[in-house]
């Protein structure tokens, strides 16, 4: 059976591990597409919202579900419901949603790395649109960088919850977060036309505003703070007794945010700088317009740009690599604990099964771009998107939320908490509310809204 469990060694190292999921592609790259794509300002301000009133909210209940059972998520739920088979169920959620996220997310990293690797080669600046195209939709080279992503990913697992990622996310995310203000006063500052994307960004239209927006909000809340798909509940497991949770929620949700709009402050100015490129791109916008912020901003001092752009993208790689990290042991948990599958071997099973959806997914950027599922006008890879941060993360979040809200005892939630009534937790009384009402209210009915069953 499993082996002895370990949890994060210090306070800081559990904050950083889950801020480290939090933090990744999802701000730096999904969040200026969606915002792209949805009319930019308005969308940002129902994100905001949406985290606050959603994410935040469902972020604490996923950690107190985990750590409240402290073994697996299955285990969890079984316990806290005080035994029930069904809720105990929820605990292949994770299993099912981390091998589904993680198949297209390892193909964008994978993108990352490509890029780390022109930087790093010095032939960032004649990256363009066309050569983005040209790579996205070649049979091989994505593949491989999937391929070697999917390794990294699995070798920090298979090393444990300890040793391989509480020691990356403490190392890499201050830096992040420094690289990523530093460029963007730089690309507000010097690029012409900056205060256009600045505008965009901040001033809201809300005329621009539909369901579709709405749903897409939401998904991008709960697609950014991980979570919906019990990510967090797995972390949960391996918090210790003492720590805050209400309050360590908020900060990684506070940082999240920061990073995702830093990281918009840096592409929409640049989007409205550059010649023929337009903010609703689509996933392809961040590859296209960051290189150029490298080539314009550091026109002058080349060396400069060198060193910055490859330390740039070699950060951002690790925060896709600290995000797939927690998805894959999302999956390898559920494994491991209750089928007593080897960690290792667990990694390496699902690690090979990601490669193959997850070149299923990279190949629709190319040769299968019109292969369609059950005539579903999306291609493959937005179709795992769609199915992740539209369906499973709202699904997961309601379901989560009548969880504690109606099945779970006020005095079990509000002891795990406050930590046996340790802590004082001015705010439960309003997280109460929410998880109970508000939050599953607001997502049936932005649901029922995309799905056309109310106008
Ligand atoms: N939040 C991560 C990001 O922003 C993505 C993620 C989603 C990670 C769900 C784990 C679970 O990149």
């Not at 918090?239 to 900060?251: A, E």
């Not at 960051?290 to 690790?318: D, E, I, K």
Request: charged share 10%; net charge neutral; glycine share 10%.
């Amino acid at each position: 059976m499993a082996e002895s469990k370990t949890n994060f060694g210090t306070k800081v190292g559990a904050i950083l591990a889950a801020a480290g999921s939090a933090v990744g592609l999802g701000n730096v790259w999904r969040f200026p597409t969606e915002t792209g794509e949805n009319g930019g300002a308005a969308f940002v301000l129902i994100y905001i919202l949406f985290m606050l009133v959603l994410g935040v909210p469902v972020m604490i209940t996923e950690l107190a579900i985990g750590r409240y059972g402290q073994k697996s998520v299955g285990h969890s739920f079984r316990t806290m419901s005080g035994g029930s088979k069904w809720w105990g169920l929820m605990g292949t959620f994770p299993f099912v949603a981390g091998i589904m996220i993680l198949s297209y997310y390892a193909v964008v990293a994978g993108w990352t790395l490509e890029y780390t690797a022109e930087a790093g080669m010095g032939g960032l600046s004649q990256m363009t649109t066309q050569s983005f195209n040209e790579f996205s939709s070649d049979p091989l080279r994505p593949v491989i960088c999937l391929f070697i992503i999917l390794a990294m990913t699995c070798c920090i697992v298979a090393l444990g919850v300890q040793k391989g990622i509480e020691r990356g996310a403490k190392l890499m995310m201050p830096v992040l977060f420094i690289c990523l203000v530093a460029l963007a006063i730089c690309s507000i500052i010097l690029l012409p036309g900056a205060e256009k994307g600045v505008s965009f960004l901040l001033n809201p239209d809300f005329s621009k505003i539909n369901g579709g927006t709405i749903l897409s909000a939401m998904g991008q809340a709960f697609f950014s703070l991980s979570v919906g798909i019990c990510c967090l509940c797995t972390y949960g497991c391996y918090f210790n007794k003492n720590d805050n949770l209400m309050k360590d929620s908020l900060f990684v949700a506070g940082i999240d945010t920061l990073v995702a709009i830093t990281a918009g402050l840096i592409i929409f100015p640049a989007v409205y700088s550059l010649q023929g490129v337009e903010p609703d791109a689509g996933p392809s916008l961040v590859f296209i317009t960051l290189p150029q912020v490298f080539t314009q901003v550091f026109a002058g001092v080349p060396w400069l740009g060198y060193a910055f752009s490859l330390l740039f993208y070699l950060l951002l790689t690790m925060a896709a690599l600290t995000s797939s990290i927690s998805m894959l042991e999302m999956a390898v948990a559920y494994l491991h604990e209750n089928h007593g599958v080897n960690r290792k071997l667990a990694c390496g099973l699902i690690s090979l099964l990601c490669l193959f959806l997850g070149a299923a997914c990279s190949l629709s950027f190319g040769a299968w771009a019109d292969v369609k599922i059950l005539n579903i006008d999306l291609t493959l890879f937005n179709l795992f998107d769609f199915i992740v941060a539209k369906l499973m993360m709202p699904i997961g979040a309601l379901l989560m939320c009548l969880f504690v809200g109606w099945r779970v005892k006020k005095n079990v939630l509000e002891g795990e908490l406050t930590n046996g009534g340790k802590l004082r937790q001015p705010l439960f009384k309003a997280y109460y509310i929410i998880v109970k009402y508000l939050a599953p209210i607001a997502i049936v009915v932005i649901f029922l809204t995309e799905i056309g069953l109310i106008k």
